[in-house]
């Protein structure tokens, strides 16, 4: 189904830090990518993130937005649909509203895709959910990521028990992957162990910027971590020697187009989530 991008950095002297970030994206989808530890509900990043992507008109954000968002949730909820999805509103650049969902295999979100179109009724609700929304949109665009697990770092999380996400978004120049191959290595080893060190990659498969296109992914629990892993950064990096400093930022200037870092909130209100999670955060995620 279509529901409807990306970063994790820092930049200290010019040196990319894809640190900070808590290991893994354990998206909302039909088909979770591994087991799901029962105990902790940790589980590791989906194989095929789609991250749908509405970019707001001026003062149609908030609990308009919400309103409008509830017509989808209640289309998912009346079909008993398995699928679910994590909405985030923008907290920083232009307003806007992600939806992202998880899945084990491209052959997965083709069975949710054609499950929906069986469904006359559930088809039509959602087709009216949509007519009604994008009354509220500038534009709006999808983006399909595939995980990339050499350049993540981190154990699975819960990630219904945090409230934030980090997105960097990192463009990389064309034919410039192997520089870009050994700079995720280099910064890795480095800033692996700082606190609330880990960190969910993704390269972007199709849409815009498709082929040399990378998402770093960091969920926080509070931004009080952000204040943690600015202090831990600045002590790591003054311990990486010269030489280190010196070919990192030689690989930065090669291999990078463009990094961007935004901040997102999750939006309980807007996602469609499990019941498990409702029940394990209440407070959070469950009906207001």
Known sequence: MIRRQAHACQNES?????????????????????????TTGAAPPPNVLVIEREFLKPG???T???KSESAFMQAMSQANSSEHYIAMNSLSGRSRALFFLGYDSFADWEKDNDAMQKSPTFASAFDQAQEADGKLLQSFDTGVFVYQPDKSVGAPINIGAFKYLEITLIT??????????????????????????????????????????YIALHAMRSFAEMDESRAADKKIWASVSADQKKKMGDLESSCFESIQTNLFAFSPKMSYVSDKWRKADPDFWGPK
């Open 14 to 38: 010019r040196n990319l830090v894809i640190a900070n970030c808590d290991a893994g994206l354990c998206c909302a989808g039909s088909s979770p990518a591994a087991a799901q530890d029962q």
């Open 60 to 62: 149609k954000a908030g």
């Open 64 to 66: 308009l937005h919400e």
């Open 172 to 213: 990389i120049r064309p034919g410039h992957g192997e520089e870009w191959d050994e700079l995720a290595k280099l910064h890795d080893s480095i800033f692996s162990s700082a606190p609330h060190a880990g960190w969910a990659m993704y390269e972007r498969w199709f849409g815009d910027g498709s082929g040399d296109e």
